[in-house]
């Protein structure tokens, strides 16, 4: 399986969602899915970002979050 890379879109606006993909146009797909009426709006929003957000918690399955290097 390749490397997932991160995005950044908004929907309503100024209300951010993260999502990992393989690629931007598995991205378009989705938005094209979960806002059939409206993704021509929220496409604009979306964003390749290099790395989560700084308030991001990666959980090990014990529900501890792991430090901020040990994932992406």
Known sequence: MSELRKFRYEFPPME????EAPSPRAVVEF???SYPHNWDEVLPT????????VFWKTLDHDGRALPPNKHG
């Open 31 to 33: 938005l094209k899915r």
């Open 16 to 19: 951010a969602h993260f999502l």
């Open 46 to 53: 979306m964003v390749e970002i290099p790395s989560w957000p």
